[in-house]
């Protein structure tokens, strides 16, 4: 790896390595336009903002590592398995090249990053998964760190929390990524039958065999808004149909509608929020009664 | 027909309208079965079969996923595409196997979990999600059997197993040939290439730890031709390999579960 792509320029003035693909940004000026309500923006304002505009609140997307700075106290996060990869089991057509230009594009090795940290002070182990790599999909890797961050919280009785956002199952990996699914949703279950708090923070999008898995087993089911929450994409389900879907379909807040989040808080709230949830649960870990 | 590599014909095949489906299985390998419905929250989902009966003399409950033959019967059973009500009814029959410490044998043949509005705000994905969960520490011995079609999330919500066997004619495929061709090529006429490349039949997906067993179809598998032999074979199988399973203890049992799925990935 050479020096340069460990220590990436800013690719637009939005931010660092987190494109936002909506987003047309002035040459000249640096200047923008909101993609949500077409104000024009200024960086700096929308950086103070925690990423989001400050006339509309619509929600740029943001890389893994920065969700870490928003949620972990200053300095406190540890990451584990910073270097594993995946294989390309089948040998599978330009897979190799597609996880070199993600690596580029994202500046991770992986589309989850995994350690532990503290949340204003409360120890909690932390995934937190990154659409630059991939679209956050979960391949071999992904479901390996995930796995071994559950095993390690369970083993020294720490909550969860993961912030997701994924296309789903890496087509790529074939089976070998399907199987994730269960292997994940193992760990999960281990960890929660030992007594483990997991909580989960949905973001747009969280699709496909992750939210089938690790994103929908949390005990408590945060999103943020407008995050789009679903097992199939709208569009195949467009496509499938052969209909429309109803404005808000899939959206935060009609998954919270339909039973399948507790609540959806803002960017700016979410550390506060998560941290009250841990004190309520005794700091996340209760030993389980048998 | 443009010639078409082994793997895309076998997929083609597994869809065919006259191989034996979840129905044909239960009624050749499952004695005085009787069928129990509905997800106690809101629906029946005719997708998914589920009962209990005996294999040989052991009692075990039965979840299939069913296609129907005809067109009346896949209507019916809304082609094989289960809801998220049907994922909640077998684990309701998984759940009872446990408390009475009976066996589960899953037959799976899916496209697909159910795509649809309704299925979405029911929870498809938590639905499958809790499956996978509570399936890995099921206290009682699994088998997953893929007859026809493993389609994706729909066919591994109910193959997480103590041992998963697939038949010499089936696919399980993280996605359907055609959509990944249209995914990655942006043309579905490549379904062939993504076939192949997908590794998505018995024999390379046994190498890769995905299944534990290959089940030697006969030539031309079809309805019609049920074959005696070939059920016989696979009643035997079953019987003893639950046999072999229910002599473990329950820890054995499912740390052997979950240790078979946690090696399953290649990383550095």
Not at chain 2, 54 to 64: A, D, K, S
Not at chain 2, 238 to 256: A, G, M, P, Q
Request: proline share 4%.
């Amino acid at each position: 790896m050479n020096l340069k792509s460990l220590f990436k320029q800013p690719q637009n003035t939005l931010e660092g390595t987190e494109s936002e693909q909506n987003v047309k940004v002035n040459a000249k000026t640096g200047d923008f336009n909101c993609p949500g309500c077409g104000a024009p923006l200024l960086r700096t304002e929308v950086r103070v903002n925690y990423y989001s505009c400050p006339k509309c609140d619509y929600y740029f997307r943001i890389g893994g590592r920065r969700r870490l700075d928003f949620i972990c106290d200053k300095g406190s996060f540890k990451e584990f398995d910073a270097d594993m990869i995946s294989h390309d089991p089948l040998t599978f057509p330009n897979y190799s090249e597609k996880l070199d230009a993600a690596r580029q594009k994202s500046g991770e090795k992986e589309a989850v990053i995994c350690g532990v940290g503290k949340i204003n002070g409360y120890p909690c182990a932390v995934f937190s998964m990154d659409a630059n790599f991939m679209m956050g999909s979960m391949g071999a890797a992904v479901g390996e760190k995930i796995t071994k961050l559950f095993e390690y919280a369970t083993e020294n009785k720490l909550p969860v929390l993961g912030v997701t956002v994924s296309g789903g199952a890496r087509m790529q990996e074939g089976m070998v990524s399907l199987v994730q699914m269960a292997k994940t949703a193992g760990a999960v279950k281990k960890h929660s039958d030992a007594g483990g708090l997991y909580i989960v923070l949905l973001t747009n999008p969280t699709t496909g065999g992750v939210t089938a898995s690790f994103a929908m087993l949390g005990d408590i089911e945060l999103a943020e808004p407008g995050a789009l929450v679903g097992f199939a994409g709208p569009r195949v389900i467009e496509q499938t149909l052969r209909q429309k879907l109803p404005d808000g379909f899939q959206s935060a807040e009609s998954t919270l509608k339909c039973g399948y989040i507790d609540a959806i808080v803002e960017r700016p709230h979410q550390k506060n929020f998560i941290t009250a949830l841990l004190k309520m649960h005794n700091g996340g870990f209760c030993d389980a009664v048998n | 027909m443009p010639s078409i590599n082994k793997s895309y014909e076998k997929v083609l095949r597994a869809r065919g309208k006259q191989r034996p489906v979840a129905s044909d299985c239960i009624a050749a390998c499952i004695s005085d079965f009787i069928e129990l419905h509905g997800d106690r929250g809101c629906k029946d989902d005719s997708a998914i079969i589920a009962g209990i009966g005996y294999l040989g003399q052991m009692p075990v409950t039965v979840i299939g996923i069913e296609k129907g033959h005809t067109t009346p019967e896949k209507i019916a059973h809304n082609f094989g595409a289960a809801s998220p009500e049907g994922y909640r009814k077998a684990l309701r029959q998984m759940k009872l196997a446990e408390k009475f410490h009976r066996p589960v044998l899953c037959f799976v043949d899916t496209a697909g979990a159910y795509c649809g509005i309704e299925a979405e705000e029911h929870g498809q994905a938590e639905a499958i999600a809790r499956n996978l969960a509570e399936m890995m520490t099921l206290k009682t011995p699994i088998i997953s059997v893929i007859i026809g079609e493993g389609g994706s999330g729909g066919a591994i919500g109910l193959a997480v197993a103590d041992e998963v066997w697939m038949f010499s004619g089936a696919y399980y495929s993280v996605v359907a040939p055609e959509s990944c061709a249209n995914i990655l090529w942006k043309d579905m006429s490549h379904a062939d290439e993504a076939a192949e490349s997908l590794c998505l039949t018995a024999d390379p997906l046994l190498e890769l730890g995905i299944i534990d067993r290959k089940i030697e179809e006969p030539e031309n598998f079809l309805k019609q031709q049920v074959n005696d032999e070939f059920f016989n074979a696979l009643r035997i199988g079953l019987y003893t390999t639950f046999e072999k399973l229910c002599s473990k203890s329950t820890r054995e049992l499912l740390d052997t579960r979950y240790e078979k799925f946690r090696r399953v990935g290649r990383y550095d």
